[in-house]
């Protein structure tokens, strides 16, 4: 893939000046992340505290079956505060989730392209959304962190199939993002049609067969999980926050992770999209009326 793309400054590729940029964007991604670690605790943030302010693991990790989260961000953050627990701490433990993220990202887009792999240091860095969630007391740092690691392997897995570093490397990743979030499950589709679009563009051949062990073991970490361990998922899911799909719930989403959140014409989008899906089903119901007659 590296060949499709073509930096416009050979410069950027010299291993005597990248080194610099990945200094300096790791050091603005850590200095814009410790502004406002003492916030204020909301809601989900205090389920955490209380849960990892348990008399022991074991009690905690037998309330925490009752939650829609599997418990690796609780168990990992209960030894983290027996070092210290205030806010600012327990923030501190997710910013170097964001933090590492950064350098996973980077990495891994530099062997396709050093421009690529700039430009999304510099977005990772700043963007709110990342730099939000990389202070939250919640599991969405180590979710993000585990999903650059995961196309950070299955790189690994494409350009070196022999070595067994890569498979392994992404079983560990897709494990801890399903052990954090349920959702890290939906990883698996992605990273399967990564190692097929980009084997096929390269030219590669890989060990299938290991790949498919390499899936079965996350995998096997979900249905633990979602059908054994978290006892009460379906009732905690009845009645979700998650709102049903409109056109304005998809342009807000995307203002928020390309920090356009707040720009003046954000309403105008908003009131345009809007537009646009009513006619479409305007226009679908009249065709529907014209056939049926």
């Given at each position: 893939?590296?060949?499709?793309?073509?930096?416009?400054?050979?410069?950027?590729?010299?291993?005597?000046?990248?080194?610099?940029?990945?200094v300096g964007i790791l050091v603005v991604a850590f200095s814009i992340r410790l502004i406002g670690l003492d916030k204020?605790?909301?809601?989900?943030?205090?389920?955490?505290?209380?849960?990892?302010?348990?008399?022991?693991?074991?009690?905690?990790?037998?309330?925490?079956?009752?939650?829609?989260?599997?418990?690796?961000?609780?168990?990992?953050?209960?030894?983290?505060?027996?070092?210290?627990s205030s806010e600012e701490s327990l923030r501190l433990f997710s910013v170097f989730f964001g933090l590492g993220t950064?350098?996973?990202?980077?990495?891994?887009?530099?062997?396709?392209?050093?421009?690529?792999?700039?430009?999304?240091?510099?977005?990772?860095?700043?963007?709110?959304?990342?730099?939000?969630?990389?202070?939250?007391?919640?599991?969405?740092?180590?979710?993000?962190?585990?999903?650059?690691?995961?196309?950070?392997?299955?790189?690994?897995?494409?350009?070196?199939?022999?070595?067994?570093?890569?498979?392994?490397?992404?079983?560990?990743?897709?494990?801890?993002?399903?052990?954090?979030?349920?959702?890290?499950?939906?990883?698996?589709?992605?990273?399967?049609?990564?190692?097929?679009?980009?084997?096929?563009?390269?030219?590669?051949?890989?060990?299938?067969?290991?790949?498919?062990?390499?899936?079965?073991?996350p995998v096997l970490v979900f249905i633990f999980f979602y059908f054994f361990y978290l006892s009460n998922l379906s009732?905690?899911?009845?009645?979700?926050?998650?709102?049903?799909?409109?056109?304005?719930?998809?342009?807000?989403?995307?203002?928020?992770?390309?920090?356009?959140?707040?720009?003046?014409?954000?309403?105008?989008?908003?009131?345009?999209?809007?537009?646009?899906?009513?006619?479409?089903?305007?226009?679908?119901?009249?065709?529907?009326?014209?056939?049926?007659?």
């Open positions: 893939m590296s060949k499709l793309i073509n930096s416009p400054s050979n410069w950027l590729s010299s291993d005597k000046i990248y080194p610099y940029f990945l204020g605790i909301w809601l989900d943030e205090a389920f955490t505290i209380q849960m990892i302010s348990k008399a022991n693991l074991l009690k905690m990790l037998q309330d925490l079956r009752g939650d829609v989260h599997p418990p690796l961000y609780y168990v990992l953050l209960y030894f983290w505060s027996k070092i210290t950064v350098a996973v990202v980077m990495s891994w887009l530099k062997q396709y392209s050093c421009l690529a792999s700039i430009l999304a240091g510099i977005y990772f860095s700043t963007a709110p959304v990342m730099l939000r969630f990389s202070q939250e007391i919640r599991g969405y740092s180590l979710l993000l962190f585990a999903t650059a690691l995961a196309f950070f392997f299955a790189s690994r897995v494409i350009a070196k199939p022999e070595k067994l570093s890569g498979y392994i490397g992404l079983i560990l990743s897709l494990t801890v993002a399903i052990f954090t979030k349920l959702i890290g499950v939906m990883l698996l589709a992605p990273i399967f049609l990564f190692l097929v679009i980009m084997t096929a563009i390269e030219e590669k051949k890989i060990h299938w067969n290991k790949v498919i062990l390499t899936f079965s073991i009732k905690n899911t009845e009645n979700y926050w998650i709102t049903h799909f409109s056109p304005t719930l998809f342009s807000l989403t995307w203002q928020y992770i390309l920090g356009l959140y707040s720009l003046f014409f954000s309403n105008y989008l908003n009131h345009i999209l809007s537009f646009i899906w009513f006619y479409r089903t305007y226009c679908v119901r009249i065709v529907n009326i014209f056939f049926d007659e």
